[in-house]
């Protein structure tokens, strides 16, 4: 399994009260696409910081491509993401004063990976970005370059996981359709596991499973606050 979780729950340390997540039970299989779904506030983002590492679970299982992260501490679940996790975050996390090639190098840095120079361009030439435009800072980008670049960073160090957080908001229609169809080529190219979250449920053509958050965390359902 690429996520098996069991009797999860978290809540933030700064409201203990608050459930978030009351997960009983749920996984994702090696290999598989799946779109998750849920209105804004459900606990998407929650969910896949866990997954990633960047939260602490601290009730319940969380394992990852077969790795349990509720035993690592911050620095092992640190060096885990970097090694096996790609992440595309909402807001892209570039580094502004960084041009682009090195924005993308710098995962394979931290990744503690062999993937180079020309690794990276021709990541980027998949994603329709020339080498010219790799020489320009990230501050200097269009948000449809920006998130491309994004992509090129979570896929540098040939990760087995791919998390994708709302990604499209800030794109129209047309850069919307065009960066779906790319990231599904390439998750599928590269056979990766896709983890995509969006509240816009028209995204969700070609993933081998959609679902709602809510379908599987209780604290929806339960009167608790999420």
């Known amino acids: 399994m690429a996520v098996s979780i069991q009797q999860l729950r978290f809540a ?4 203990t009260a608050k459930t978030v997540l009351n997960i009983p039970e749920w996984s994702v299989a090696q290999g598989e696409s799946v779109f998750l779904h849920g209105p804004s506030g459900t606990g998407k983002s929650t969910l896949l910081n866990l997954l990633a590492g960047i939260l602490q679970c601290r009730e319940g299982t969380l394992e990852v491509l077969g ?3 509720h035993t690592m501490s911050g620095r092992q679940r640190d060096r885990f993401r970097a090694r096996h996790i790609g992440f595309v975050f909402q807001q892209f996390n570039l580094i502004p004063y960084l041009n682009v090639l090195d924005n993308v190098l710098l995962a394979s840095y ?4 062999a993937s180079g120079r020309e ?11 020339d080498a ?7 501050s200097e980008l269009s948000v449809g370059q920006q998130q491309r670049v994004a992509i090129a960073r979570a896929l540098i160090s040939k990760p087995e996981m791919l998390i994708v957080d709302e990604p499209t908001s800030a794109l129209d229609t047309d850069n919307r359709d065009i960066f779906m169809q790319l990231l ?26 959609s679902v709602s958050l809510q379908e599987f965390n ?3 359902h339960a009167g608790e606050s999420i």
């Open 184 to 209: 599904l080529e390439l998750v599928q190219r590269h056979q990766m596991t896709l983890l995509f979250v969006s509240h816009d449920r028209s995204l969700d053509r070609g993933f081998h499973r």
């Open 218 to 220: 209780q604290a929806a």
């Open 12 to 15: 933030y340390p700064s409201d």
């Open 119 to 129: 690794d990276a361009l021709t990541l980027l030439q998949e994603l329709q970005l």
């Open 110 to 113: 931290f990744a503690d990976r």
């Open 67 to 69: 790795h349990s992260l």
């Open 132 to 138: 010219e435009l790799c020489r320009k800072k990230a």
